[in-house]
């Protein structure tokens, strides 16, 4: 039997969190090569050389965010619709 709790390092967990949503890559530079694995399971993703250090580490400084950090600013387009119509529905009565 699986234990959902993961035992003592909670792994097992982990692994059912990369099953379900995915894989959280992160990225890190070492030289020219950046590198990028899994953030929850350690399950290694690849790498790639780049022609300058500078290079690897613009690179992966834009792959290393998370998404959560955005929200708020940016916000789905299906999901603001019923919005936006509301207030057209509004600008239109008033005037």
């Keep these: 039997m699986m234990r959902l709790d993961g035992g003592r390092n909670g792994k097992t967990t982990r692994m059912i969190a990369c099953h379900v949503f995915g894989h959280r890559y992160r990225f890190s530079v070492q030289g020219r090569v950046m590198a990028w694995d899994c953030g929850r399971c350690g399950r290694p993703g690849g790498s790639k050389m780049y022609d300058t250090e500078e290079h690897a580490l613009a690179y992966a400084t834009a792959f290393d965010r998370e998404d959560s950090a955005d ?3 940016r916000a789905p387009l299906l999901g603001m619709f019923p919005l936006r119509i509301a ?8 005037g």
């Design 71 to 73: 929200l708020g600013r």
């Design 87 to 94: 207030h057209a529905v509004r600008r239109r009565s008033r």
